[in-house]
């Protein structure tokens, strides 16, 4: 359903909204025929004598409505009634201290300028419930023990319906009653009356008065009369009996869809039978069926159309069983399923037809009648541009306008469903909105590579409606970024910069859809934005000295790495070994190491054949103490077990010592 859903106001921004890459232009300005949210609930509805109440009446539209009220089918003047007035908020009826007067059949319309709203019907009924004649003589019953008895409830005129219970009284101004309690043998049908199974010489009460007493739900008020007395012969022994059905509901029943009915069922019989419930063509509802009175009362809520069907109850005793069937038949009072089957709110465009569909559920079917502004539409001649099908479940407006002085304009639509069970109205307005244009399409544009692109569309539609402004890009939405494919806020035109792409704009390149809706009407316009003849730019400097940013970041990179580098190389260089080079220095100072090892050197050293081990951190410059051993011994011509030191470049610093009656020596190597 396409509903408007507004304010009395006048509401006009400037800058538009944006929602998902949809722009609004929200210049509104409100006219709505009157939409009624709350009326009656109910088709009937009981007062009691000097109660205040209300019956609602709420309506929304633009201008705010006004209300008027019918009683009776006529125009209500509240000035002829003292005890009734409208409230100053709404169209709600305020009743004080209600009587007789008030009772009758009310209806409320609220109006404005564009149209009038229906309500459903509702008739005041006045609570009430006679009373028994005071001088009504006494009736007296008279049977034999052992045989059935019906007492009867003269009935009472009462609105609603009364509650039928039976009590006992010494006599009949007596105040302190005793009420009697149902059990199989003695038990009520649905018109009050009081059933024995079989009768008891106790049931004689020792001449006390059987009453029936009728209470009115709505008033808590409780009528007693219809007085009986009852004679019982003692016939000596009882003999037993097999059931045998004494009351029952019509063969067929009436229930009405959302519900509740009763069947009933009394059996006589000695022993007094037990009643059970079944159904015939299904099973009970398991959550809806309840039984009442020991069973002689089967109720079922909530009824539903599956409920139709065949009911059975059984009466059972130790001499046997009966059984007595029923039909339940659902009906209903007419009802709408779904808003798509009734008048609802419309707006349409002008030169649109429309169609109100009036299509309720009712059984019996119900006689279907159109109103419009609450006037009733002739069946067979409605006029003015209208049709009303021949099942009465269509009516047709012709080409709808919304300023045309006379014909299908802005107005309230109704339609009246009823049977016999009651009756429903449907109300819905027509709205009619002018259709939404563009007044400047985009035109097609030839790229200048490094040169902005925009293309225009401007638009307009209906006063109570913003335009929404959508722009497609090869047909896909456009997701717009940020200084480089915007939209205007002012005239919605679609601005693309190229001045800082890399192609100059060449990926721009398409058919570009300007999209102009007000939610009921939509129109688009086209435009291409083509590439100039000739190459294509693939690469082409960036203008813009605030694009250079990234050079500075891919410096930034490389001088990182460059430290990283660097420190890798310190890590290695520490964790390397020392080493001491003696031939390259030596030789590097003039001199000839394996020479001078031959000539002079020490006879038993040979020169190693394998490298040293790398990394080790063991230092020549560091003092050994030498431990007792041959090599200790081989030196000791030499001094001490101090063996010296050597320099940097591997000569040796150390002294030479004799053994203490040697004089040290100073050698150099």
Not at 51 to 67: E, H, M, N, R, V
Not at 242 to 261: D, F, H, M
Not at 276 to 285: A, N
Request: hydrophobic share 30%; proline share 5%.
């Amino acid at each position: 359903m396409r509903t408007l859903y507004v304010i009395h106001t006048v509401v006009c921004v400037r800058s538009p909204s944006v929602v998902s890459n949809v722009f609004y232009n929200c210049c509104v300005i409100v006219r709505l025929p009157p939409t009624l949210i709350e009326g009656p609930s109910k088709s009937k509805t009981e007062f009691r004598t000097g109660q205040d109440f209300q019956l609602k009446c709420i309506a929304t539209g633009s201008p705010k409505p006004t209300y008027e009220w019918k009683f009776n089918g006529k125009r209500l003047d509240l000035n002829a009634y003292d005890n009734v007035e409208m409230s100053k908020e709404d169209g709600t009826l305020i009743f004080t201290q209600a009587s007789d007067i008030n009772k009758g059949v009310y209806q409320c319309f609220p109006k404005n300028e564009y149209g009038k709203a229906m309500s459903n019907l509702v008739t005041l009924t006045r609570s009430t419930i006679s009373v028994y004649p005071a001088n009504m003589p006494v009736t007296h019953y008279r049977n034999d023990a052992g045989k059935h008895m019906k007492i009867l409830c003269q009935p009472l005129a009462s609105y609603p319906a009364p509650t039928i219970n039976w009590v006992l009284l010494q006599s009949k101004t007596d105040k302190n009653p005793t009420a009697i309690t149902f059990d199989n043998r003695v038990n009520i049908d649905e018109n009050g009356h009081l059933h024995f199974a079989f009768l008891k010489t106790s049931d004689h009460r020792n001449g006390q008065l059987y009453r029936c007493n009728s209470l009115n739900p709505s008033l808590g008020i409780t009528v007693g009369g219809s007085d009986s007395l009852l004679d019982v012969n003692s016939v000596g022994v009882i003999e037993l009996k097999e059931p045998k059905l004494q009351s029952s509901s019509a063969p067929v029943k009436v229930g009405l869809v959302g519900g509740t009915i009763t069947l009933n069922c009394f059996f006589s019989g000695n022993p007094a039978p037990q009643v059970s419930w079944s159904r015939v063509d299904g099973s009970l509802p398991v959550s809806r069926a309840l039984r009442h009175r020991e069973g002689t009362m089967l109720e079922i809520k909530r009824l539903e159309e599956g409920d139709e069907g065949e009911y059975k109850c059984q009466g059972s005793n130790k001499k046997g069983s009966k059984q007595h069937t029923m039909k339940i038949d659902i009906q209903s009072v007419p009802a709408f399923d779904s808003m798509k089957k009734r008048p609802h709110n419309y707006n349409a465009t002008d030169g649109e037809d429309v169609i109100f569909i009036c299509d309720p559920s009712a059984e019996p079917e119900a006689v279907i009648t159109w109103y419009i502004n609450g006037n009733k539409l002739n069946m067979r001649t409605p006029g003015g541009g209208r049709l009303i099908s021949s099942d009465r479940k269509n009516l047709t407006l012709y080409k709808v306008c919304k300023d045309c002085s006379t014909g299908n304009s802005l107005m309230n639509v109704q339609c009246m469903a009823k049977n016999k069970h009651g009756s429903t109205i449907a109300d819905g307005y027509l709205n009619v909105l002018k259709p939404t244009e563009i007044v400047t399409p985009p035109e097609d544009v030839e790229l200048e590579y490094g040169k902005n692109v925009v293309f225009k569309c401007e638009a307009k539609s209906d006063d109570s409606t913003p335009v929404s402004i959508r722009w497609l890009k090869d047909n896909v939405q456009i997701q717009y970024i940020e200084h480089r494919i915007m939209v205007n806020s002012t005239d919605f035109s679609l601005h693309i910069r190229t001045e800082d792409d890399q192609d100059q704009g060449a990926s721009y390149e398409g058919t570009y859809t300007c999209i102009a809706s007000n939610g009921y009407s939509e129109v688009t316009a086209v435009a291409e934005l083509t590439l100039p003849p000739g190459p294509v730019p693939s690469m082409i400097p960036v203008k813009s000295g605030g694009s250079i940013w990234w050079i500075f970041v891919l410096i930034a990179i490389i001088l990182l790495l460059l430290i990283i580098l660097l420190c890798c190389c310190l890590c290695l260089q520490r964790n390397r070994g020392d080493e001491y080079s003696v031939d390259e220095k030596e030789r590097k100072n003039g001199n000839d190491p394996e020479k001078e090892l031959k000539d002079n050197g020490f006879q038993d050293y040979q020169r190693p054949e394998e490298e040293p081990m790398k990394g080790s951190r063991a230092s020549l410059t560091s003092t050994i103490k030498l431990g007792e051993s041959d090599d200790e011994g081989s030196l000791a011509e030499y001094g001490d077990i101090d063996t010296g030191k050597f320099n940097e470049d591997g000569s040796f610093l150390g002294q030479y010592h004799n053994d203490k009656k040697k004089q040290a020596m100073d050698s150099t190597v």
